[in-house]
């Protein structure tokens, strides 16, 4: 059975960094292509950031060039680095796993699994 932990939200001023982590288990890590999506109150869940298992990376416009996603597979354990934080960063943030088949990168559909979630917070 697939699992999803997300952790390393928080309360971080416009400007600041946070690094969220998202451990997984139940699959073959170094096969799995996983995301981070977010999800602000009153709106759709958006795509964040992707990576594919030869590390191929994916990103939203409106976080390219702040927000880095990378990959440990010994740790089975895929981080979203983000710098430069924005109060319209403010969301709660979700890794999920692709489910086998899909190719799609952006849409929530084309995951399977998903983590519980964890707040990101950016003060003005």
């Known amino acids: 059975q697939v699992q999803l932990v997300e952790s390393g939200g928080g309360l971080v001023q416009a400007g600041g960094s946070l690094r969220l982590s998202c451990a997984a288990s139940g699959r073959t890590f170094s096969s799995v292509f996983m995301g981070w999506f977010r999800q602000a109150p009153g709106k759709e869940r958006e795509f964040v950031a992707a990576?594919?298992?030869?590390?191929?990376?994916y990103y939203a416009d409106s976080v390219k060039g702040r927000f880095t996603i990378s990959r440990d597979n010994a740790k089975n354990t895929v981080y979203l680095q983000m710098n430069s934080l924005k109060p319209e960063d403010t969301a709660v943030y979700y890794c999920a796993l692709r489910s086998r088949l899909r190719v799609g990168v952006t849409g929530p559909h084309e995951y399977g699994y998903w983590g519980q979630g964890t707040q990101v917070t950016v003060s003005s």
């Open positions: 990576i594919s298992a030869s590390a191929t990376t």
